[in-house]
């Protein structure tokens, strides 16, 4: 990475959960917690992501890059249909609107009971990575799950500072990732 770049796990934990959206997103953090000391599982809970052969695309993108570094992915179940009810009625928000906040709320909900139940102290996401999303409302969606499972902190880390968007860019090229231009789910076509 070109410029440098601090990072401060909450607590000084060492072991952080990182729930990953897709490789693209995910390829600049995990180097930098890596390369900081932290050792980060990754935690893939998209059931946003249709039809499943985009998801399965997405997840062996992920798998890939996370075996070259030497990391553990956890994934989530797939629960598109109990996604589909949860953002119900938000069919026609627009992109960053409040379907996208309630997708955030959902899939990092169960990040955060994943971390509750398998001793996991700090939760971030790669979600923060994409100039797509808004941070207010990844921040909050975090902020929000975490609440509810005492123990588990939330870090809203801005992870498209300190070169980080650029490293991505790099990351992406070098590794030929699939790099999608939709979020995954059917609204955002």
């Known amino acids: ?10 607590e000084g934990e060492k072991r952080v959960l990182v729930h990953a959206c897709c490789a693209p997103c995910s390829g600049a953090i995990l180097e930098a917690l890596i390369r900081c ?7 893939f809970s998209n ?7 985009e998801y399965s695309h997405r997840l062996s993108e992920l798998l890939r ?11 989530d179940d797939y629960y598109h249909e109990e996604w589909l009810q949860g953002v119900s009625g938000l069919e026609n928000e627009p992109e960053r609107g409040a379907r996208c906040l309630r997708c955030f709320s959902l899939r ?3 990040a955060a009971r994943y971390a509750s139940e398998h001793g996991f102290r ?11 999303k808004d941070l207010s409302q990844v921040d909050a969606a975090g902020r929000e799950a975490c609440a509810r499972y005492p123990g588990v902190i939330w870090w809203g880390m801005n992870w498209r500072k300190g070169g980080l968007q650029d490293r991505r860019n790099e990351i992406i090229r070098e590794q030929g990732f699939y790099n999608q231009t939709f979020c995954g789910c059917e609204f955002s076509r």
């Open 37 to 43: 000391g932290i050792s980060p599982t990754v935690f």
């Open 65 to 75: 890059y996370a075996r070259e570094l030497g990391l553990e992915v956890v994934e």
């Open 47 to 53: 059931s946003n992501i249709t039809p499943f052969g």
């Open 122 to 132: 700090v939760l971030t996401t790669t979600l923060a990575s994409s100039r797509w």
């Open 1 to 10: 990475m070109k410029k440098t770049f601090t990072i401060d796990v909450p």
């Open 108 to 110: 990092l909900d169960r």
